[in-house]
């Protein structure tokens, strides 16, 4: 856990590529409530001590499958990583599936009024029976939900949660589904952010060095 800015430095740090005492790493340590809770949250979701009704396995597989689905660099490699120090058996088939899933989105249909019109199609992607073979019927729902939440999140209804305590899933584990599902979209997106800080933060100190 990260007490202070001072202590180590964080995860969204490490993906960001941001170095430690930089005019960006500066800069987010000022927000020390925002970024200790961010790496309490991802140590929380990701490396519990006490995994409870969702296993460390299933966390890993579901956290690096959004991370594929949102294709940025960093981020996919690391859980990647942390599925292979738990389950490398199911990092290939998992590749697999996101070769198929990916998508540009957020796509879906909003309920019947004036925001019809902004209505954009898509197609759900629902896992095959060896995909379910391979995964189990519990953890291909979460993914399907995870695909549902992160690239057509429109079209989410109670139906999606009755498919998902169908297949096992009870109210504390849909939660930390939920809270993983949110957790990643928001880490990916703060990465990819940061990234592009750090590269006009380095552009600026190049130019600067070539003038001096």
């Not at 309490?40 to 460390?56: I, N």
Request: proline residues 7%.
């Amino acid at each position: 856990m990260v007490h202070n800015s001072a202590v180590t430095q964080t995860i969204i740090e490490q993906l960001a590529g941001i170095e430690p005492d930089s005019p960006v790493a500066k800069n987010y340590q000022r927000r020390a409530i925002a970024r200790e809770q961010a790496e309490l949250s991802y140590q929380l979701l990701l490396h519990p001590q006490a995994p409870g009704s969702v296993s460390l396995e299933e966390r890993r597989v579901i956290a690096a499958f959004v991370a594929g689905l949102y294709q940025e660099p960093a981020t996919r490699r690391h859980y990647v990583g942390l599925l292979q120090d738990v389950a490398p058996a199911f990092v290939h088939s998992l590749e697999q599936i996101l070769q198929q899933a990916s998508t540009h989105g957020p796509w879906g249909a909003y309920p019947q009024g004036p925001l019809s019109v902004e209505d954009v199609g898509g197609t759900p992607w629902h896992s095959t029976p060896e995909q379910v073979g391979v995964f189990g019927p519990r953890l291909a729902a979460a993914l399907e939900h995870a695909h549902l939440l992160v690239t057509h999140p429109r079209d989410a209804n109670p139906a999606a949660l009755g498919r998902l305590a169908a297949a096992g899933w009870d109210e504390d584990g849909l939660v930390v589904l939920s809270q993983l599902i949110a957790f990643l979209s928001f880490q990916v997106r703060i990465v990819s952010g940061f990234s592009v800080l750090v590269a006009a933060s380095f552009a600026q100190t190049t130019e600067s060095a070539h003038h001096a």
